[in-house]
């Protein structure tokens, strides 16, 4: 019997990270041809370095913020005898990317319009010229798949006092964007459903990544079932999303957050 995504070849952005290499592994195991990318590095090196030994995994160097380099990867990967049917936007600015370790995180009042603009061009732009990129080397010639990735903080504000005394923020540009992507989600949906490609948006919870005992039973409150995700539970639904048997399905934000937006 085949594996459920052996017919799939999946552009993933920004894959080193705790989700995407947890996308990564999940694929692979399920059969698919893994095209993973992100910011050369040390999460590149570790996924190399993981994955490297699967004779359907790929990896190459993507800045999502560069125009050029996105105008270039589809050609790229096409010229190396691969072409993609799902794409998965994935990459953004999270907080700790954005302040790096160690920082002190800035209130609004004096959050920069240099940081502000650097999350809407990774998590917004970035996004719109891999799915512009699509609609050139892509859609149309193939059915297709997009993925975009938004959050529990899309949609639903967050509760600020969990944050108090964390060394981590929620903040205003990261929700604006991932509110952003849906409506890209939403406005590409129509566009693209007569040419055979859907597009989804996934909208994970809050993740667990060794945060505090203190900041888990803060966020735990809020949510429905009393706990943070393990990233296979939200790799579990991408799974899906990557397959066939979500082919019916488009326009649509999908939840998987134990019930933080279900109250
Ligand atoms: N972890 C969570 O709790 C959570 C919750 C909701 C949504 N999400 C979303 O899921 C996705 C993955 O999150 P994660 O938890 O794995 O985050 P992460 O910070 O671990 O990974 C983000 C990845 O994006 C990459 N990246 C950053 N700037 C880039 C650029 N300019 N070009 C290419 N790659 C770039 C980083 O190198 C990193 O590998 C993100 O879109 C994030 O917003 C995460």
């Known amino acids: 019997m085949s594996s459920p995504l052996s017919d799939k070849t999946i552009f993933i952005t920004g894959s080193g990270g705790v989700l995407g290499t947890a996308y990564v ?3 692979l ?3 698919a041809t893994v095209v993973a990318s992100d910011l050369p590095g040390h999460r590149a090196d570790a996924m ?3 994955f490297g030994s699967y004779a359907n995994f790929v990896y190459y160097d993507l800045d999502v913020s560069a125009e050029e380099e996105i105008e270039a990867i589809f050609k790229t990967v096409q010229t190396d005898g ?19 370790a160690g920082k002190s995180f800035p209130d609004f009042a004096n959050t920069s319009v240099q940081d502000w603009e650097k999350t809407m061009r990774v998590n917004l732009t ?4 891999i799915a512009r990129q699509m609609d050139r080397d892509i859609v149309g010639k193939y059915p ?13 504000g967050p509760h600020h006092p969990i944050y108090e005394g964390m060394p981590f923020k929620s903040f205003s540009a990261y929700s604006a964007t991932k509110a952003g992507i849906h409506g890209l989600t939403l406005w590409l949906a129509g566009y693209w459903a007569k040419r055979d490609c859907t597009v989804n948006t996934i909208a994970p919870g809050a993740v667990f990544n060794g945060h505090s005992d203190e900041f888990q039973k803060r966020v735990g409150e809020l949510i429905m079932n ?6 296979q539970e939200i790799a579990n639904v991408m799974m899906f999303l990557c397959s066939e048997n979500a082919r019916y399905m ?6 998987v957050d134990g019930g933080f937006s279900g109250w």
Do not use: C
């Not at 970035?126 to 010229?129: D, L």
């Not at 297709?144 to 639903?156: E, F, G, R, T, W």
């Not at 009393?226 to 990233?231: F, H, I, S, T």
């Not at 488009?250 to 939840?255: A, K, L, P, S």
């Open 226 to 231: 009393g706990r943070m995700a393990d990233p």
């Open 29 to 31: 195991d399920n059969g």
């Open 82 to 100: 691969l072409n993609p049917n799902v794409v998965l936007n994935n990459a953004a600015i999270t907080g700790e990317l954005l302040m790096g």
């Open 250 to 255: 488009t326009g649509q934000m999908i939840n």
């Open 126 to 129: 970035g996004s719109f010229m």
């Open 48 to 50: 190399k370095e993981r």
């Open 25 to 27: 592994s999940t694929l």
């Open 144 to 156: 297709a798949q997009l993925i975009n990735v938004a959050s529990m903080y899309a949609l639903n």
